[in-house]
């Protein structure tokens, strides 16, 4: 039986979506619209309700958009998005993730703290929402700060952790078929 994924492969393309698409890429910083994105084209209302929500929260704020693709990895990870894992694998390598960072974050949901503290408490801060989103407390904001996080940064956090969430709902919903841009990039960084 085919996905939905495979059943709405080729969505149609109108000058309105070829827009969108491009804005995709270079928010992105992507060679290519991924397919996740061309999937949704077949119901622009969505499409154009899906991507600002992943334009602001992952590519824009006070977070280093570093951070919240590790914590995306994590997330996807840990509930079973194959599609949304490569997809920000792909994305985490372009921007300097170590391959040993990403392996961690995709087995344990995490960092070793040696490698960031700080980012290690927000990564972990963002699973648990993940897991559970009524996990934060008080003091969490409390840690969160002594790591050196305004209040901005930490409900930017918490969007990321929702986002990510959101969109791993979406991909795994559909089946989103893995793009051969994001293949090629995992198999390069396999064979160093």
């Known amino acids: 039986m085919r996905t939905i994924s495979q059943i709405i492969d080729d969505a149609p393309v109108t000058p309105e979506i070829e827009t969108t698409f491009n804005k995709i890429k270079t928010a992105l910083n992507a060679p290519f619209t991924p397919h996740f994105f061309r999937v949704w084209a077949t119901a622009p209302e969505s499409l154009n309700g899906i991507w600002p929500v992943m334009n602001h929260i992952l590519t824009s704020g006070r977070v280093s958009r570093r951070l919240k693709e590790m914590i995306f990895v994590a997330i996807s990870s840990l509930k079973d998005c194959h599609y949304c894992e490569a997809a920000h694998h792909a994305f985490c390598l372009n921007i300097g993730v170590s391959q040993t960072q990403i392996e961690k974050l995709i087995t344990t949901h995490s960092i070793d703290e040696e ?50 969430v959101f969109y791993n709902h979406l991909a795994n919903a559909t089946k989103i078929n893995i793009d051969k841009g994001f293949t090629q990039i995992l198999t390069r960084c396999a064979e160093k």
């Open 115 to 164: 490698d960031s503290a700080k980012d290690k408490a927000a990564i972990d801060f963002a699973v648990r929402l993940a897991k559970d989103s009524h996990a934060s407390s008080e003091n969490d904001f409390q840690v969160l700060k002594e790591y050196g996080f305004d209040e901005e940064e930490i409900m930017e956090i918490i969007a990321m952790s929702g986002m990510a």
